[in-house]
């Protein structure tokens, strides 16, 4: 029995492996969205986020804001230190629970991936030729990464 241990342990790790792979089976360098697909979004980002975070998406726009809350920048350092390594599902739920801060809730799930397909064009990551799917599931899939 003793003699099969190691083996054991190769074929779950090799498992545990295979697993964590499949979970993310794209990038954002992928073209995950469109360009008209964050047109939209560019509307609804100035309807709905600009006066806290911002034209240039820098943060720190907040005019009404509570001391301590300070909207955090959505390109660059300030995006990647943040969601380098996360899916685009963690970036697309943080959207849809708790934004925008005013009144959070208000968006449907369409209107948060053409959000979050702005917020990608303005990170520089490609357009594609399919839409990013306003599905959780589905965006945790696309893994959000500082390497190409
Ligand atoms: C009334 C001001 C305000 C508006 C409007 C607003 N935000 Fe924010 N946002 C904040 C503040 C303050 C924070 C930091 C505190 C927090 O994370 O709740 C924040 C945080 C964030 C974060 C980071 C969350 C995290 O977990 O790190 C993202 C992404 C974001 N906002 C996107 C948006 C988008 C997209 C919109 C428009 C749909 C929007 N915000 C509208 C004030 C605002």
């Not at 492996?17 to 360009?35: H, K, N, P, R």
């Not at 959207?95 to 959000?115: C, K, N, W, Y």
């Amino acid at each position: 029995m003793l003699v099969w241990a190691p083996f054991l342990i190769l074929v779950l790790c090799a498992t545990t492996l295979a697993g964590a792979a499949q979970e993310a089976t794209q990038t954002v360098w992928d073209g995950v969205y469109t360009e008209e697909q964050a047109a939209r979004g560019a509307v609804l980002y100035r309807q709905a986020c600009r006066k806290c975070h911002f034209g240039d998406l820098s943060g720190a726009g907040d005019p009404d804001a509570t001391p301590g809350e300070v909207p955090p920048g959505l390109v660059g350092f300030a995006f990647s230190s943040r969601w380098n390594e996360l899916s685009l599902a963690d970036l697309f739920l943080a959207i849809a629970r708790g934004m925008p801060s005013d009144r959070p809730g208000t968006l449907t799930p369409e209107a948060t991936a053409d959000v979050v397909s702005y917020i990608l064009n303005r990170n520089a990551f490609p357009a594609g030729s399919k839409e990013l799917p306003p599905e959780p599931e589905r965006l945790e899939q696309i893994l959000i990464s500082n390497q190409r």
